[in-house]
């Protein structure tokens, strides 16, 4: 596929993100998708319905995410972008975090998906009550599509 429909892709997917639109963030990725988040020692999710399984933990229990995109570099299957969320928990606390991701494409979709992150700075913000909620969830619970 081309950049520009590697591109388009991945700013859906991101739009798609921030309004929990679930049906088209999973119209944007393979059927064999790997999401991780590369600084855990959790090893990601697979498949769209895991993606979004993972996902919906910590989504549904925000009011609000901001998706801001600063750069994004494309280079053939390699889409980079460094942005910054915003989340907005149900219960009023906000945590803000600046993210790399890379995202390699196959036929126009998203086959892998990696977060870059500080894991402290981020986690250290979240609210006790979410924190604890997202305990009750193991990596096995995303391991193969269901």
């Known amino acids: 596929m081309s950049i520009d429909t590697n591109k388009r892709t991945v700013e859906t997917m991101w739009q798609a993100l921030s309004r929990k639109d679930w049906d088209t963030l999973k119209s944007c990725l393979t059927a064999n998708v790997h999401y991780e988040d590369v600084p855990t020692e959790d090893p990601g999710a697979r498949g769209p319905e ?3 399984r993972r996902l919906r933990i910590a989504f549904d229990h925000l009011a609000k995410h901001e998706h801001t995109t600063h ?3 494309c280079e053939g299957d390699v889409v980079f972008i460094d942005h910054t969320e915003v989340w907005t928990f149900t219960t009023g606390e906000i945590a803000t975090n600046h993210f790399a991701t890379l995202h390699l494409m196959k036929d126009g979709k998203i086959a892998r998906w990696s977060d870059f992150w500080d894991v402290s700075g ?4 979240f609210p006790p009550w979410f924190v604890e909620e997202m305990m009750k969830h193991t990596p096995a619970d995303f391991a193969g599509e269901s």
């Open 50 to 52: 895991n993606v979004v």
């Open 71 to 73: 750069h994004i570099a």
């Open 122 to 125: 981020f986690v250290g913000q």
